[in-house]
């Protein structure tokens, strides 16, 4: 039983590396697709397997695309994020205690609003463009991931041999550059796999409920924005994006499940 339980945990950890490398990579040696305006709403053949677009593009092609799209910009975001949350922590832990106090009341002031509505705050507010949904989706999880980060610091400010080290002479810094920095960088590897899907889910969100990206190749959040009114016409073309988005959470899901640290 223990080895089935391996080899399930090997499988569903590396399918979702492999989907996610597909939908990464594969894009590479596709062209984005020409309008063809003869070809709108062509039904399924194998030039176009999921059928075509109101523009005649492959609705596969597009899933691919914007799958890339997706992935990416939540990557790059989340990838800052935890970036951001690590320097605070490792900084706080530098001053008194008074100073940690009054930031994790901020950040639990935070928690207390949805993420999503601070997201769209930022997203409507400033310009529409890639670096406003950045910014947004960045804020979305800051709270969440600090608030982490600081209660880890605050437990390993307890550990025995910090507070040995520190009547030995060993500064605060030098503690936490060698001590503090390197349990919360192990940390941000395993909250990057547990946080992932949920920052995808929030830029389909905010894309579906109008903040974009301005990039030219429609990711899925703005696909499903864009043909969601072909529902009851052609419903490959509204739900093939969902069903993509749907895919990826799931897996991603399962594999952050079975995956420990």
């Given amino acids: 039983m223990a080895t089935y339980g391996a080899y ?47 523009l005649g593009e492959s609705i596969l092609t597009e899933i691919i695309l914007g799958a890339k799209t997706t992935l990416t910009l939540s990557a790059l975001a989340l990838i800052v994020c935890l970036a951001v949350s690590l320097f605070f922590a490792v900084f706080l832990f530098q001053l008194p205690k008074s100073v940690q106090n009054a930031f994790a009341f901020f950040i639990d002031a935070l928690l207390s609003i949805p993420s999503i509505f601070i997201a769209l705050s930022i997203g409507y507010f400033l310009p529409q463009s890639f670096l406003s949904v950045f910014i947004a989706l960045v804020l979305s999880e800051f709270a969440a991931l600090q608030k982490f980060f600081l209660q880890r610091m605050q437990d390993t400010q307890q550990v025995e041999f910090l507070r ?60 499903i924005a864009l043909y969601k009114d072909y529902i009851f016409l052609y419903p490959l073309l509204s739900l093939a994006p969902v069903v993509c988005i ?10 952050a499940k079975r995956t420990s640290f």
């Avoid at 090997?10 to 984005?32: D, G, H, S």
């Avoid at 946080?195 to 703005?222: C, K, N, R, Y």
Wanted: aromatic share 12%; hydrophobic share 55%.
């Fill in 8 to 54: 399930m945990k090997f499988f569903r950890v590396y399918t979702a590396l492999l989907l996610v490398l597909f939908f990464l990579c594969t894009p590479i040696f596709l062209e984005k697709g020409t309008i063809s305006l003869g070809d709108a709403f062509h039904g399924i053949s194998w030039k176009f397997p999921l059928g075509a677009t109101p």
């Fill in 164 to 223: 040995a080290s520190r009547v030995m002479g060993a500064s605060l810094f030098y503690q936490a550059k060698n001590h503090i920095l390197p349990r919360l960088v192990r940390d941000a590897g395993y909250l990057f796999l547990i946080t992932f899907p949920s920052i995808v889910l929030s830029l389909a969100s905010l894309e579906f409920l109008g903040v974009q990206t301005g990039s030219a190749e429609l990711s899925l959040g703005m696909q």
């Fill in 246 to 255: 749907l895919l990826i959470l799931l897996t991603l899901n399962e594999a």
